[in-house]
Structure formats: C-alpha cells, structure tokens
C-alpha cells in the first residue's frame, strides 16, 4: 500500500530552476481566489518586495535627518556657526522621531495604491 503525499509537506519542494514550488502555486491560487471574491483583499494584503509606505516613512525620515541635521551640523562646525549648530542639533535629534509619523498620517490621507 503506497502512502498519499501530504499536501504540506515540504519535501514537495521544486528544485532550482524549475519554475514556483507547488506550496506557492497553491498559495498563489489561494490568494487569486479571495481577490476574485473579495476585491478589497488585494489592497489589503501587501506583497513583500513591493515598495510600501514604511519604505517611504523610513526613507523621507533618513532625508530629513540628513537635510535638517547633520548637513547644518557639518557647516555649522566649519564656519562655528552657533546657529547652524543649533539647528542640526535639533534637527538630528527630532526628524528621525517626527517626520514617519507626518508621512504616515498623509499617506493615511492620501491612501497611495500599493
């Protein structure tokens, strides 16, 4: 008597190169039939090498940082600005606490589509 393969076995893995391993056609097909019964799924679920709004939170935060702290930071050491110290003091302290939430409320707001 032969054994029945187990459906989540991962043995039933596809070598490289072989095209997606039948757990992720399942998935796929799983995940196809939510989105054909409920459209708002796709928009829910995110996949996981898309460019999501954390990304942008992440991104815009560093720019911040950099633009509003340390470049005056730098400058003001060269020229011993006392101002331009101050500011990139500030600013290197609080964009990186202060511009994701700003980003996330706007793209709250906004609603981006991926």
């Known amino acids: 008597m032969q ?3 187990d459906e989540d076995d991962p043995r039933d893995s596809a070598p490289a190169g072989a095209g997606p391993a039948p757990v992720d056609r399942r998935f ?4 196809g039939t939510l989105r054909a019964t409920d459209p708002r799924f796709a928009r ?6 898309r460019f999501t ?3 942008l939170m992440t ?3 560093f720019v911040a940082t950099v633009l509003l702290g340390i470049a005056p930071l730098v400058v ?8 331009l110290l101050t500011v990139g ?3 290197t302290a609080f964009s990186p606490l202060v511009v994701p ?9 906004v609603r981006p589509a991926w």
């Open 53 to 55: 709004s954390g990304h």
């Open 44 to 49: 829910r679920v995110s996949e996981p090498y």
């Open 76 to 83: 003001g050491i060269q020229l011993q600005a006392a101002v």
């Open 59 to 61: 991104i815009l935060g």
């Open 89 to 91: 003091a500030i600013g």
């Open 101 to 109: 939430p700003v980003v996330g409320l706007v793209l709250a707001r």
């Open 28 to 31: 796929a097909a799983l995940v």
């Open 3 to 5: 054994q029945q393969p």
